[in-house]
């Protein structure tokens, strides 16, 4: 089992859409989460940091459920600009940030 | 302020010549990170350093793979003798504290 598994994508939705995207980790000691966002031959960047109360950033929800190890994020009215991939990281207690193949997010017109 | 930056940002090679790889770390990061992202593996750690001495080296592929950081602004990762599987976007991130990392630009790496 991979130490941290998302959805296969890709995500085909029309802009205004609402898109949620999941992600599951292995180790139960993990500690900090994040999602980062990569655009197409660009590095990634971290999008926002996920907290056990949830956080909203403006059209982006995240949440995270430690009991199931479970991480999503939620993209309201999304936009063209959104269209990426999308990672989910997991920071283990006392290890390296370990990092989702990514779901690739396509937001058309 | 300027971020993580690496050179070059693009490498053609010949199998067998010797790549190296640099970076600049954001100044006052004391975590410095290498990866290396293909299609089929995705997003991998090769080697990390903290306070330029290197913790986590078990990601390196094999001993053609080197890296090194004599001081808290400077890094590079060498490849000798490479080979065409190493052909991959490399990427050096930085960050204070190991968690929220910075990303650099990349070096796409073509080896024929």
């Known amino acids: 089992r991979k130490e941290v598994e998302q959805d296969p994508g890709p995500f085909n939705v029309p802009e205004g859409a609402t898109v949620a995207f999941n992600c599951t980790y292995s180790?139960?000691?993990?500690?900090?989460f994040f999602w980062y966002r990569q655009d197409c031959r660009k590095e990634p960047k971290l999008l926002m940091s996920v907290y056990s109360s949830g956080n909203e950033d403006g059209r982006f929800t995240a949440q995270l459920n430690r009991a199931s190890q479970y991480i999503s994020l939620l993209i309201r009215d999304s936009k063209l600009s959104d269209s990426a991939t999308y990672l989910c990281v997991v920071f283990p207690y006392g290890g390296k940030l370990i990092f989702g193949q990514g779901t690739e997010l396509s937001v058309k017109p | 302020d300027a971020g993580v930056i690496q050179s070059p940002r693009h490498e053609v090679t010949e199998m067998g010549q010797e790549v190296t790889l640099r970076c600049k770390p954001i100044s006052g990061h004391d975590y410095l990170f290498w990866y290396r992202q293909t299609m089929m593996r995705g997003l991998e750690l090769l080697i990390y350093?903290?306070?330029?001495?290197?913790?986590?080296d078990s990601g390196m592929p094999e001993d053609r793979f080197s890296a090194k950081m004599p001081n808290a602004s400077f890094s590079t990762l060498k490849i000798q003798p490479s080979e065409p599987r190493d052909s991959a976007v490399y990427f050096c991130a930085s960050s204070l504290g190991s968690t929220m990392q910075y990303f650099g630009p990349g070096t796409r790496l073509t080896v024929t």
């Open positions: 350093f903290n306070n330029n001495v290197p913790i986590d």
């Open positions: 180790n139960s000691a993990s500690q900090s």
